[in-house]
């Protein structure tokens, strides 16, 4: 089974502060995205990256950057944390080649206070 | 801009009951739709899925129809049971529709009352 890890699960920042939000996932997937998940808003896509170094703008991307040095992991970086991205956020992978299918990780609930 | 509607937000139903989802989306080019359902505290993950050359498929008591025309496409679950109690999401593909790039409909949660 395709495994997509969020390493932190729960987070508490401050404002100000510079998050990382890590995903690696283990089945060689070449596409990976970031999505933030807030309530009656649905999965809004942040960030998104086809491939090692590439890295595209989604529908939200204002406050956010992303890194994909490896092909196994994207990053999503908080440049300087703000209280309205309290939120949940998901990192998902995907490869044609292995179905059409997006696997999410489990999400990282980020509160900054 | 490309757009996924998802209606209602809340649905409540009796265990055994059916109920069902509906999504409208806008853009013509959209030729994969996917129904992900998030369990508390989970990543969502896929149930079932339909391309735009197929009008309807069923997998036990999951079906989803799609209307390319109207643009609208439906989950039916049947027979419903409590374990079918989580959020789902509805959504439309972009670029082609071979990246995996998606655009979500706002989610529906379902609570099936025993």
């Known amino acids: 089974d395709v495994k997509v890890t969020q390493s932190s699960r729960y987070l508490v920042k401050r404002t100000g502060e510079k998050v990382f939000l890590e995903c690696v996932q283990d089945m060689d997937h070449e596409n990976m995205f970031w999505y933030r998940q807030d309530p009656g808003l649905g999965l809004r896509l942040i960030y998104f990256s086809y491939d090692v170094k590439m890295k595209e703008k989604g529908d939200i991307p204002e406050g956010y950057s992303v890194s994909r040095e490896k092909k196994e992991r994207f990053s999503l970086i908080l440049e300087s944390a703000s209280t309205n991205q309290t939120s949940m956020y998901l990192c998902?992978?995907?490869?044609?080649?292995?179905?059409?299918?997006?696997?999410f990780g489990e999400g990282s609930w980020l509160t900054v206070v | 801009g490309e757009n996924v509607e998802q209606h209602p937000s809340t649905l409540s139903v009796q265990e055994g009951d059916s109920a069902v989802i509906k999504c409208t989306y806008s853009?013509?080019?959209?030729?994969?739709f996917p129904w992900y359902k998030q369990e508390l505290g989970k990543g969502p993950q896929l149930i079932i899925d339909?391309?735009?050359?197929?009008g309807e498929k069923k997998d036990q008591r999951i079906a989803v129809t799609l209307n390319k025309t109207a643009k609208h496409f439906s989950l039916h679950i049947t027979e419903t049971q409590p374990e079918d109690s989580a959020v789902y999401f509805c959504?439309?593909?972009?670029?082609?529709?071979?990246?995996?790039?998606?655009?979500f409909g706002k989610g529906t949660k379902l609570s099936v009352k025993p």
């Open positions: 998902a992978s995907h490869e044609l080649s292995s179905g059409n299918t997006i696997y």
């Open positions: 959504a439309a593909s972009r670029d082609g529709g071979s990246q995996g790039n998606l655009i």
């Open positions: 853009d013509s080019a959209s030729n994969y």
């Open positions: 339909i391309r735009s050359n197929v």
